[in-house]
């Protein structure tokens, strides 16, 4: 296993945390293995380890590109994240405000409604 994979499930888990890593493993097969290895080297090896930017950061970058192209299946992962990046729910809706001047309000508005659910459901209120 390379420096970058392990460097990567480092990351991933801290910011994503044990369980969700944990079930991600758990359901990963021979098919997907091979693009399991690509995000966990790429995105969270590289990318997440990069110390350039502080993880409050990445975590408010992340979740402005996801819904500002239409990724919404990955936004309450994120939004679930930021209990560990230290992005707040301020932080989040300012991202989110700027997603609807730079790439549309109906990609801005579903993505607040995924957060806004999301942060029910952490604080135990759904």
Do not use: C
């Amino acid at each position: 296993m390379s420096d970058r994979h392990e460097d990567g499930m480092k990351m991933r888990r801290r910011v994503l945390g044990d369980a969700h890593v944990d079930r991600a493993e758990a359901a990963k097969d021979t098919f997907d293995a091979p693009f399991q290895a690509l995000i966990t080297e790429g995105a969270w090896g590289t990318v997440w380890s990069d110390d350039t930017i502080s993880l409050r950061d990445r975590s408010m970058l992340t979740l402005a590109l996801l819904a500002a192209t239409g990724n919404f299946e990955e936004i309450p992962m994120h939004v679930r994240a930021t209990a560990n990046t230290g992005a707040t729910k301020d932080d989040v809706l300012q991202a989110f405000l700027h997603v609807a001047i730079y790439a549309g309000v109906p990609r801005a508005n579903h993505a607040i409604k995924l957060a806004k659910e999301t942060y029910a459901e952490m604080e135990g209120q759904a």
